[in-house]
């Protein structure tokens, strides 16, 4: 059963075969599967060393060379190929720069996180499966490869992503992994934040959010990173559309407009989240035609299915979208004069007066006390602009 994911992988590993390197799928590929759910990136790993791959594959790119990745572009669709390898000292309970090159498959899988993430596929689809990860997928289970704490030691950010594939599996910890978590809990401090947030930005748009807070609270890792995590009961039953909707959440029950800011989110990011916290508070009161002009469909989206939620409120999206569509401008260049127009008439010099006559205009059409046409609008400027 070559599913259509793996045909460029498998073509790729038959080539390496045909060399007599060693080549399987590994890591997410093989549990999503096994598990029946959709397969993104396909990661083949293989005995060959990069010097070597590039030998037998002719175009590849050098992404991640040092720790023995190459992007292979001769199949149909591009596969990153990894060497086996172990992974160098530890220092700080951080992933090491260094890697150890090796050719047999169970050393590399030795070094991986969980053991639902640490099986691999052979190219006569047999699954190399040494640590009872198929047993785990079956029982809903994440279990440390080998000994928990050792490997949270290692690498403190293994840590949350235990958190981050409880939320989107609805998995449950193993007991001897959650008790190391709780153990060890206070190293994610030596993590870098963006790292941590990459972690979080899957966490909060998982499908099963409240599985994640739940577990960060309980084992004292919410401790460690920004936020109070006072409301993750809102999280039960929420699954946020996209990331920048389950960070508005996440804000939203903080009530703090730069929680995105401190996990070191983007700007552009974090004033998403800041526009959708303020269209949240316009949803107490009835919504002004100049709200609906100024704000994105798609903050009204996060705010209404937010606010909703938590808040109970029975907002409909869809009347705030039509009501947006009926406006009679969209944006201001759909304006029919401009403020070449406005000097004209009232005969000024430019200045800051300029700008907020156009915007005393755009919400006096929308508010239909003016209409969008020219010579309506001279008028209007003759009644309202008195220098
Ligand atoms: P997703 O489908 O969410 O991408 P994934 O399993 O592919 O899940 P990645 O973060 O892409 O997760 O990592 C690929 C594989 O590399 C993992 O399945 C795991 O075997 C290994 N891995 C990644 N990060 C670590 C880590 N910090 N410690 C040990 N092994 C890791
Ligand atoms: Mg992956």
Redesign the pocket.
Known sequence: MIIHEFEAAFELMKKLSDEGFDAVV????V??TLLGAPV??V?VATSAKPEQMKQVFKKTVDIGIEHGTILVLDAKEPVEVTTYRTEGTYVDHR?PDQVNFVTDLAEDLK???FTI??MALRLNNEVVDLFGGQQDLKAKKIRAVGIASERFQE?A??ML?AVRFSA?LNFTIEEETLRAMTVHASDLQFIAMERIKAEFD?IVRSAHPYVGFKQLKETTLAAYVPGNFEKIEQWKSFSASSTEVGWAMFSYLENDPNLVKAYRGSNKESQFVQHVLRAIELLHEPIENRSLFDIEQAVWQAAVMIYNHVEHGEISIEEIVQRKRALPIASKQQLAVTGKHLLEWTGQKGGPWLKQALDQLVTDILEGRVQNEEQHIKGWVERECRF
Request: charged share 55%.
């Open positions: 590994v890591g997410g590929a549990r999503d993104h990136d990661d992933r070094r991986r996180d993430n640490a690498d950010l293994r992503r989107k899957q």
